[in-house]
């Protein structure tokens, strides 16, 4: 094994360790423990910052380590059966290692003030530890099993971290329903795992691919390949919160706000796109026209839903939602790297928006808290407003990061999104379907909009309670420097130096797309002449999202800044269109009425049967032979016995009537001689 | 392969340990409960550490299964000789004991259960002698059954095992306790006698030639009935493939379904737990129900192929019927110990659909996936007993917010549910995966549809987990303690055990391996189809 590789396992048990410690120790710890997990995580940053350092300049592409996990001491078709399982760095990877340990050290940074006094302090340390460990082991696997393992216990620590509070049913409730709707997704990556096992018998990337791109397909048809590569997808399309299973996202808010922009923006639920990066070689075109649909699609629903919400977390979740349907929708259209690398820009602007609605809710909380109040809700930008004079670190950093994510020319999120767009037209040039990139451009505006909406409503204008403005304050250091570490890392200069343009830069360089396994007949354009054409459009699409992002953020301002038109008349005039965007297009209630229902519904309808029709049978059984030996008892009581009985009596009366002849009287017998003499002589006379 | 200790073979110290310690407890006077305890415990640890030794002597690449040579311990006596010049000849019963890779993993777990339930068990004060010696029977008897490998010597093991559990539940149970203790009873027997007719019919149609006298006797030595060479070729079950045959191999497929238990022979299981105290319970979920599918692998497998592969999709099918069914019966139950019984029947319907894939690693997943039920399992039955004992009630509606409360006893319960839920990194997953990825590869539909329940587990398990342990606590609940040293004595090695396995799993697969395929290997030939894969 490369000595590299080795710095690459100490990155990923490093937060394990962390975990161990504190959930022994950590009560004894207390208040330091949040330290330790701190200090564990900042190592861990470094190492994977060297990593990086060493992975890109490296000649080789990927540093991996395969060794054979259970040997089935058997061989089926000659060919010995055993899991081989490993680890691999590879420009991506390297890359994730950092944003995941980047984030995450900053999350635990952050969390020293925020969860401050906290119930479970130590707890949740621990907690961001094994998150920590098992996103870095998605990251870091070669094969599917591992991807599947660290993919469970991803959804177990965002369980543990959702559900923090547990105390509050809500979130007991928002934690179990992200665990369930995972699982749901899970079933379908676990289905593909079970195909490509079986026809392959190996479940290493590589090992994979290479008998793809042998000419192996699953049971000899590219429609078995397909339902593989998008069965594997499913797992996806839960972790990744896309349609139709994106309803446990906005509900995960319950989990603490950093938590919340740890896991539920930049790292777990990238961790789907991620997945189909790794399995995009598998990827016929018509899975991917599928997931391109399914990307659009998400991202459409979840800005529309966006517009309209006034939590300030609900309104990220969605936004979250959103870019990861581009993501998504990017890696579909076959936009490989420009996927990848929006996954990478929106990890840094998207954590950064949620820290800083974390500063933002946690003054609101302290002012809140200094008036005695306990019924207005912190999380409601309807009570916010004019923040910007209160906590200026926190606004330019906001507005950095909604410029991002807004994708406005400078900042790292308009390198991204920008190429994400271009692929799309690059794909419908190739295939026709023109929706995706109108979805696409559509959507840009739409975020443009609703990002601003909630930066005018909370930081500008006026507070609109003045005595609690006065309580109102900047957050400590320890949170915002974290704040401003992922300002800086949202300008372009980071991933590229030609902020109009990232295909030079070292990020577009050195990750690029896999080679593609899939036989001639099913694959979509080749990655060269997709890449040319998506040149061809790079122009266009800088216009034309220039253009939609400006609109947003214009339309935002005379709606919410200069109130040129009321949004409430607007909103009472579409006010079905509202009800509906502003129920999240009714998902929870149509799921609770037919799959939830469904399922209980069984489990009622099965236990009564197994209680009355089938232990009743087992009792009947019982109770008729029970039945049967009263009435054998009863027929041998009467019958048989009565027989026996009657025998006897009759026997007894014969018995009684010849004893009174019985007298003992020599006279009587005499008397009866002579009669009996004289009835034979008449008789025979 | 011989293992000796005081001249007496290790699988008969295994086996009589608890014998020689029952009658060391009906010995002691009345009075001395902590004594009669003691002595328990003392025996079943060494019970314990027996088996331990077998394990680490346990040769890794000796197959067993149908062949004598390879089965490892043995010992063989001859037992019962009857000298008869009548039609069947002479009756001979063997003494013949032995393990392989099907057997150690079970004898392993009855060592370590039955162990568990002593510490479990402390706190009954009911006639504390008569439980105790009850006990270590029940021990005695489930042990015989994993060593026999003569049918009739396991047929009494069987059979001894009946009696002690009937009493343990019918006088140390709950309220219901008479009626489950008969229905328990009742049912086994029911299919005891199945059992007793397809063994004799398998007696008389089997003959080897006796090294003694050198004439051809009739037995009832497993392996014997396993190579086809020894029918009689007039006897009702020679040949392959014949009416007769498949008779006899439903009869013993009944017999031992009812125990497993499989739909629809199932309802005396959830009677049973609620009314058994909780060490009961333990036993039966953590041992007993491994004794169906183990007599499906020692016995109806090897000694009717032909008769099992004809029945494979059959069997397959009712073991995704008892997960989906057991799922989601689990899923409408509002007591803690009924919903843990469902859950049972659900998870041991992963053992059939695995051992049905008649494949490496279908076989292997349910092998192991008896080993991991039965710890698991164990666990959750330890954890009701916890609540149950400071609360008296075992109603999920009547908790919640125990997480506060009691946070050592709920780091375990989390580990042991998440088990359950076939969480990756614990042992449950690494058996429910097998069982799957080997089913997959004979019966794909099946497999998907039976895949629904690890959601339908998710579901009843984590909802379970948050009516009991999340939330608020209700302020009756105000003065509960939690766990004790007992209490971790108890659940703290099972929960180890867990996780072992979970992460190295190779510890236990490397014990299964070779008797796994040998039996896939064997079953296919003599069923008469390809071998490979």
Redesign the interface.
């Known amino acids: 094994m490369r000595p590299e590789l080795t710095i690459a396992l100490a990155v990923l048990l490093l937060p394990l360790a962390s975990f161990t410690l504190l959930i022994f120790t950590g009560r004894r710890y207390s208040e330091r423990s949040g330290l330790v997990g701190t200090a564990f995580l900042g190592i861990d940053l470094l190492l994977a910052l060297y990593l990086l350092a060493a992975k890109v300049p490296s000649d080789l592409k990927v540093w991996d380590h395969t060794f054979t996990w259970i040997d089935f001491h058997t061989a089926v078709n000659g060919v010995p059966l055993k899991i081989d399982i490993g680890i691999m760095v590879d420009d991506l990877t390297a890359v994730m290692l950092v944003v995941v340990t980047l984030i995450s050290f900053l999350v635990h940074l952050f969390s020293l003030a925020y969860m401050k006094g906290d119930v479970r302090f130590s707890r949740y340390y621990a907690n961001l530890g094994i998150f920590t460990f098992s996103m870095l082991g998605i990251v870091l696997t070669n094969n599917y099993l591992l991807m599947y393992v660290f993919w469970e216990l991803v959804g177990l620590s965002s369980y543990l971290l959702i559900g923090h509070w547990y105390e509050k049913k809500s979130a007991a409730d928002a934690s179990k329903k992200a665990f369930l709707v995972n699982r749901v997704g899970d079933l379908g990556f676990f289905i593909g795992i079970m195909i490509v096992w079986m026809q392959f018998s190996t479940l290493t990337f590589d090992g994979i691919f290479g008998q793809i791109a042998g000419g192996k397909v699953p049971f000899d048809s590219n429609a078995w390949l397909t339902a593989a590569g998008m069965l594997i997808f499913c797992g996806a399309v839960g972790k990744s919160a896309q349609f139709p299973l994106h309803v446990w996202l906005p509900d995960a808010m319950e989990g603490p706000t950093p938590v919340s922009a740890l896991i539920h923006a930049a790292t777990m639920v990238a961790a789907g796109v991620y997945l189909t990066a790794r399995t995009f070689p598998m990827l016929t075109a018509d899975a991917l026209l599928v997931i391109a649909y399914v990307g659009a699609v998400t991202a459409f629903i979840a800005a529309t839903i966006a517009l309209v919400q006034n939590d300030i977390k609900k309104i990220l979740a969605y936004s979250t939602v959103s870019q990861l349907g581009y993501m998504v929708m990017g890696l579909g259209v076959g936009a490989y790297t420009a996927g990848v690398f929006h996954l990478v820009t929106h990890a840094a602007f998207k954590a950064g928006l949620f820290l800083a609605s974390g500063s933002v809710i946690h003054a609101m909380h302290h002012a809140l808290h200094h008036q005695h109040d306990h019924h207005t809700d912190a999380q409601d930008i309807r009570h916010m407003g004019g923040l910007k004079g209160k906590m200026p670190v926190t606004f330019w950093t906001m507005l950095i990061f909604t410029l991002a994510i807004s994708g406005v020319p400078l900042t790292s999120g308009f390198m991204s999104k920008d190429e994400i767009l271009a692929g799309t037209l690059a794909f419908s040039h190739f295939t026709g379907h023109t929706l995706i990139p109108v979805i696409g451009f559509l959507v840009a505006g739409l975020t443009a909009f609703y990002m601003f909406r909630m930066l005018i409503v909370v930081f500008l204008g006026s507070h609109p309670d003045a005595h609690r403005a006065e309580h109102l304050h900047e957050s400590p250091k320890v949170m915002t420097v974290p704040l401003m570490v992922l300002a800086a890392l949202s300008f372009f200069a980071f991933y590229s130096f030609n902020p109009l343009n990232a295909s030079h830069g070292w990020f577009m360089e050195n990750v690029t797309p896999p080679a593609v396994a899939v036989p001639a007949a099913a694959a979509a354009t080749a990655t060269e002449t997709f890449v040319e054409e998506v040149h061809h459009q790079h122009s266009l699409a800088m216009l034309l999202s220039v253009g939609v992002a400006g609109l947003g953020i214009l339309a935002a301002f005379v709606f919410y800044h200069w109130r040129k038109v009321s949004a409430d008349a607007v909103m009472n005039a579409a006010k079905p269109v509202h009800t509906f965007l502003y129920n999240k297009w009714f998902f929870d209630e149509l799921y609770h009425a037919t799959a939830v229902a469904a399922t209980l519904g069984t489990a009622r309808a099965l236990a009564w049967f197994d209680a009355v029709i089938v232990d009743g049978i087992v009792n009947g059984a019982g109770a008729v032979t029970k039945g049967f030996s009263t009435v054998s008892g009863k027929f041998d009581s009467i019958v048989v016995d009565g027989i026996v009985n009657l025998t006897a009596t009759v026997a007894g009366f014969l018995g009684m009537l010849l004893r009174t002849v019985q007298t003992g009287r020599v006279q009587t017998y005499i008397v009866f001689a002579l009669i009996g003499l004289m009835a034979l002589l008449a008789l025979y006379i | 392969m011989e293992q000796t200790f005081l001249n007496i073979g290790i699988l008969t110290w295994l086996t009589f340990l608890p014998v020689v310690g029952m009658i060391v407890v009906l010995l002691l006077p009345k009075e001395q409960k902590t004594a009669v305890r003691w002595t328990s415990l003392a025996f079943t640890l060494a019970q314990v550490v027996f088996a331990g030794i077998l394990f680490a002597k346990f040769d890794r690449n000796l197959a067993g299964v149908n062949s004598a040579e390879t089965m490892q311990f043995t010992e063989l006596f001859n037992w019962i000789s009857v000298k008869s010049t009548a039609w069947f000849g002479t009756i001979k019963i063997d003494y013949y004991l032995g393990v392989d890779g099907i057997s150690m993993p079970m004898v392993l777990l009855t060592a370590l259960i039955s162990c568990i339930a002593v510490i479990s068990s402390w706190n009954i004060e009911k006639s504390v002698k008569g439980y105790f010696a009850l006990l270590l029977l029940l021990d005695t008897g489930m042990m015989g059954v994993f060593v026999a490998l003569d049918f009739f010597l396991f047929y009494i093991f069987w059979e001894v095992m009946l009696l002690p559990m009937y009493f343990l539940i019918g006088v140390w149970g709950g309220p219901r306790r008479e009626y489950a203790a008969i229905?328990f009873f009742?049912?086994t027997l029911l299919g005891s006698v199945l059992l007793l007719l397809a063994m004799l019919a398998l007696y008389f149609s089997v003959t080897v030639v006796d090294p003694a006298s050198g004439e051809r006797i009739h037995t009832f030595n497993m392996m014997a009935m396993m190579n086809p060479a020894n029918y009689d070729p007039q006897s009702l079950l020679a040949g392959a493939h014949t009416y007769w045959r498949y008779v006899a191999y439903l009869a013993v497929f009944i017999g031992f379904a009812i125990k497993v238990p499989i739909?629809?022979f199932?309802?005396?299981l959830p009677d049973a737990h609620v009314e058994a105290p909780t060490a009961i319970s333990v036993i039966l979920a953590g041992v007993l129900l491994k004794m169906g599918t183990y007599g499906l692998l020692r016995i109806a497998f090897p000694i009717f192929p032909d008769a099992a592969l004809y029945y494979l999709y059959p069997l397959a099918f009712v073991g995704f019927i008892n997960i989906i069914?057991g799922a989601?019966?689990a899923?409408?139950?509002k007591d803690f110990k009924k919903l843990i019984a469902y859950s049972s029947v659900s998870h041991m319907g992963i053992v059939i659909l695995g051992m049905a894939a008649m494949n490496?690693?279908g076989m292997?997943g349910g092998m192991m996936q008896m080993f991991n039920h039965g710890t698991i399992t164990a666990m959750l039955f330890l954890i009701v007993g916890v609540i149950y004992d400071r609360t008296h009630t075992r109603g999920l509606d009547d908790f919640g917010?125990l997480?506060?409360k009691m946070p050592k006893y709920s780091?375990i319960m989390v580990v042991a549910f998440?088990a359950a839920i076939g969480?990756?990194?614990l042992s449950g997953?690494i058996s429910e995966?097998f069982s799957?990825?080997g089913a997959?590869?004979t019966f794909r539909w099946l497999?998907?549809a039976s895949?629904?329940g690890?959601?339908?587990t998710?579901?009843?398990m984590?909802?379970t987990l948050?009516r009991v342990?999340?939330?608020?606590l209700p302020e009756k609940w105000n003065g509960l303690t939690d766990v004790t040293g007992r209490e971790l004595v108890m659940l703290v090695p099972l929960g180890i055990i867990v996780l072992v396995l979970g992460v190295y799993?190779?510890l236990m697969?490397d014990v299964m391996?070779?008797s796994a395929?040998a039996l896939v290997d064997f079953v296919k030939a003599g069923g008469g189809m390809a071998v490979?894969?």
Not at chain 2, 469 to 472: R, V
């Open positions: 229905k009742l049912y739909f629809p199932h309802t005396w069914y989601f019966c899923m409408a139950q490496t690693q292997l917010g997480m506060n780091g998440f969480l990756p990194g997953f995966a799957f990825l997959f590869q497999t998907v895949a629904f690890i959601v339908l998710a579901g009843y984590l909802w948050q342990f999340l939330g608020t799993p190779n697969l391996n070779t395929n490979g894969n």
